[in-house]
């Protein structure tokens, strides 16, 4: 515990700018959003007509059934810019949990001390996680308050959930990917740059899936296993991507954790 | 005759095809200063961190306490105080923060050793370690390494960054360690400190032990530093004989290492018109480049 209590403390300043600018974000723009879908919302038949004409809202898998919601403005929202910067906050740590160590030459410090080195990564994990996932509950409540706020109207809560959610499971998948990621390349001096692009990439990659109607290629981009559209039409998550999902966080923990404990820890 | 506390035997490691160590082996007795001298890139860092685990060797073995330095790696640390040769934490701790968190690894909540050593040392506990000189960093990393009074000190050129005031107050410590039952490892490249704190060294070349011996012992093995002035002049053929070597030779006097009787040395400057000669004991820097040639 000791490991987690410092490591945790040096990401003290992180997790509040964070929670603080993601609160901050959600009550600013909520309300901007939510007005506009009440706007869109008037006139079915025109709401049809933009989605039909608007490629990109095709491609980011909004549909006019999912937006004329009143919280279908809020699943946009949060589907193209909460979880994503959540997801780079979620690779970062999980990256710079591990390679701060080796970039900064502290390894010499913290894998020489009398604990097992599978412990020192699991403590860091756990460290890693509550900083990410704080972040993650505090944009979940405030953005639950922001949208009874300003939809006074109501609001469908299990739709709500099933998005504000999506925003922790994806920084589930994102933290998984950046711990594994770092055991690999543990001298990466821009963890940050990093975890943008890849996250990046993934977005790209799940675009030009749904554009092309490649869906195997959708297993590979997170930010598409749990869209608005699917999640109205469904009544729910796609099980499969929540399956997979897992899949995925238990494979790169694992993965990193026993390569972590066999490789030769060279400093840069 | 006590057991050894260090142990290695033929250890191996390569990074790829890359050199690290081709062949070590030496023994630490307790109670033993041990110098581990050679030149940058020798493998002294390499042995070092496969003793401690950071590496795992291509072959060969290694062990501390007479458990294996990988399988037991963090039942060793409880009572091994490490101090890296580029020390380098946590950048935004505070010094006093990182040395509380390096005490509570060892299950330490005492801070009455870490108020200790930082007086001793000079070292401000307020300032954070990004504020701090590479020589306080280098106290920071000497206190954490001394915090748990570890039975097996293994320093990593401890002294860079260093300065000589703090240098003597740093291997007062050591002694005092050293009398209290602590066993040092001591790598470096500086050979006076060696010679000044270590009763025995091993010597490290491209990877391989070249020499253990005591530090009285490699004195006293007949290496004697010769000069000689004489009429006339001297060349190479004057002193080709066994045991000399290191031989310089300008302006027609000689300086040159010698081993080996010195009968046969006194013979030979006697067959000289000698104007000048002297006979000193070599430092072990002197000792050190013949080793190297």
Known sequence: ?268 | MNEPVIEVKNLKKYYGKQRGIEDVSFSVQEGDIFGFIGPNGAGKSTTIRTLLALLKPTAGSASIFGKDCIAHASDIAKDVGYLSGEPSYYENMKAREFLKYSAELYGRKDSSRLEELSERLQLDLKRKIEDLSMGNKKKVGIISALLHSPKLLILDEPTSGLDPLMQQIFFDILREENENGTTILFSSHVLSEVQKLCNKVAIIKEGVIIDTQSIAELRKNGYKKVSILADGGLDEDDLKMDGVADLNIRDGSASFIYMGPVNDLLQRINSFQVRDVFIEEPSLEEIFLHYYQ
Do not use: C
């Open chain 1, 1 to 268: 515990m000791v490991v987690f209590k410092y490591e945790l403390k040096q990401m003290k300043t992180l997790i509040i700018a964070w929670s603080v600018v993601m609160a901050a974000l959600a009550f600013v723009l909520i309300p901007v959003f939510t007005d506009i879908g009440k706007s869109i919302t008037g006139d079915p038949q025109q709401l049809e007509q933009m989605v039909s004409d608007n490629q990109f809202l095709q491609a980011v898998g909004m549909s006019a059934d999912f937006l004329s919601k009143p919280i279908g403005m809020y699943g946009f929202l949060n589907g193209w810019f909460f979880t994503l910067a959540a997801s780079v906050l979620a690779m970062h740590v999980g990256l710079s949990v591990n390679t701060k160590d080796f970039v900064g030459k502290s390894a010499d410090f913290i894998y020489t001390k009398p604990l097992d080195r599978g412990k020192v990564f699991l403590s860091k994990l756990l460290a890693a996680s509550v900083a990410v996932f704080t972040v993650g509950i505090v944009y979940f409540e405030v953005s639950y308050l922001a949208l009874r706020i300003n939809l006074p109207e109501g609001f469908e809560m299990w739709m709500f959930l099933h998005l504000a959610f999506s925003l922790i499971m994806l920084q589930a998948i994102y933290l998984a990917l950046g711990i594994f990621v770092g055991v690999i390349w543990p001298r990466n001096r821009r963890p940050l740059l990093l975890a943008v692009t890849l996250v990046f990439v993934t977005v790209v990659i799940g675009t030009f899936a749904a554009t092309m109607g490649y869906d195997l290629l959708l297993f590979l981009s997170p930010p598409k296993f749990f869209g608005g559209s699917v999640i109205a039409s469904m009544g729910g998550y796609d099980m499969r991507f929540v399956y997979w999902l897992f899949f995925l966080v238990i494979t790169f923990i694992s993965s990193g954790y026993f390569i972590f404990r066999k490789k030769d820890l060279i400093t840069v």
